[in-house]
Structure formats: structure tokens, C-alpha cells
């Protein structure tokens, strides 16, 4: 089949800000992401912690959105969001998850695979006292990733638990909202180069060890 948007096919852009070796990385993926995600923020890229979170439904189709990372350790990531949510209901079926981070600032991605499981209440509590009131309610309020009539029912829920939480200081955390830990098992670095010809360092867990290898661009 022909391509009919030539247009659009003919757009590209010639990648030459940097380069990746094997010697130049880490022995641990999570202490290079590290480093990369600080040049990240110094480099002042578009919001350096969001991240394309990917699950798979209960029938098979894999589903993917922007979420925000919120915390790195030494042994992975952590992001909210509504349990009753799609991306929620996919990770209690199937725990298995991906991460992409993209720094077009920088010509970087980075892709990370590995397996989910809820963090702790405390934790989840300890993040949500840290949101603004206004993101506190909109957990309330939103019954998120379900059909809703208007944006005007959106609002009226919001109304609803202003109300309901009006002689409080404090807004509890919602027992369906909460955080999710993605524990890496695989990691890809790609930094853009000259002709296609990119940089690819990937990291596979065997074991406790990680083993790095080169990819084909």
C-alpha cells in the first residue's frame, strides 16, 4: 500500500547530541538511569518525570498513557493512581508492566520492563498528604477511566466532596487510590545518533546480576 501522506513521512530529524558506549554506562541500570534522569532535569526537558506507563487488558490488547514517576530506589519506580482505573484493573490482572521515558531535549529514551505490586498503605498515605487539596478531591471525585455524562457532572462531583470534606483540614486518602512499585527486570538505553544509527544499551536481571549487552539500531 502506497504512502499517501508523503508529507509526513518525509519529516525526520538527524540525531547527533551524543553517544553511548557499554564502557560509559553503569553496572547497575537503575544508578545510569539515575544519572540520565539528572541531566534531565539540569537540561530543563518538558516534564523529565513523565513516563508512558503500558499494560495489558484482561483481553489481551496492550493500553498506554503518560503517568508521572514519583520516586526512584535502588531497586525501581513508583507511581499513583486510581486502583478502579484501567491501567488499575489491568496491573490486579496482570502484573507485568513497561515504562518509557522520552527526552527529546536530549535525544534519550529510556524503556524499562519489570513486574508491579501495590506499595504500602503508608507510603500511599504519606503521598497523597503531600498532593494539593484541589488534586485530593479530584481523587475523590473522579470515578476515573468510567463513562461519564458531561463535564458538567465531573464538576458536580467535585462540588459534592468539597463539601463532604469542608470542615476537615485534612482530606483523607480514598481506600481505591494509592501507589504502584514496578520492580525492573529489563532496561534499554537509546541515545539518538547520525543516520539511524543509534545507541542501544540494554540491561537484562539474571539472577541477582545484570548482564549488558549492545543492540542492532
Known amino acids: 500500500m502506497a504512502i499517501e501522506h508523503k ?9 547527533s547530541q551524543g553517544s553511548l558506549a557499554e564502557n560509559d554506562v553503569e553496572d547497575n541500570p537503575i544508578s545510569q538511569f539515575t544519572i540520565w534522569f539528572e541531566q534531565a532535569i539540569q537540561a530543563k526537558v518538558t ?45 490486579q490482572l496482570n502484573n507485568r ?11 534519550r529514551q529510556v524503556r524499562i520492563e519489570g513486574f508491579v505490586e501495590r506499595l504500602s498503605e503508608e507510603d500511599s498515605d504519606e503521598y497523597f498528604a503531600s498532593r494539593p487539596r484541589g488534586s485530593q478531591i479530584g481523587a475523590w471525585a473522579s470515578p476515573q477511566s468510567q463513562a461519564i455524562e458531561n463535564r ?13 470534606f469542608s470542615d476537615r483540614p485534612d482530606v483523607p486518602r480514598p481506600p481505591f487510590w494509592g501507589g504502584f512499585f514496578v520492580r525492573p527486570v ?26 549488558i549487552n549492545r543492540l542492532a539500531p
Request: a negative charge; aromatic letters at 14%.
Open 7 to 15: 508529507d509526513i513521512a518525509a519529516i525526520r530529524e538527524d540525531y
Open 47 to 91: 516534564e523529565p518525570t513523565a513516563m508512558v506507563l503500558s499494560t495489558i487488558s484482561a483481553i489481551g490488547f496492550p493500553s498506554s498513557r503518560v503517568v508521572l514517576l514519583k520516586d526512584v530506589k535502588e531497586d525501581g519506580f513508583s507511581f499513583f493512581t486510581n486502583f478502579k482505573s484501567q491501567k488499575g484493573q489491568d496491573l
Open 97 to 107: 508492566a513497561s515504562l518509557l521515558f522520552f527526552w527529546p531535549e536530549l535525544q
Open 152 to 164: 458538567t457532572h465531573l464538576e458536580e462531583l467535585v462540588v459534592q466532596q468539597e463539601r463532604s
Open 186 to 211: 529489563r532496561f534499554e538505553f537509546w541515545q539518538g545518533r547520525s543516520s539511524r544509527l543509534h545507541d542501544r544499551i540494554a540491561y537484562q536481571k539474571e539472577d541477582v546480576q545484570w548482564k
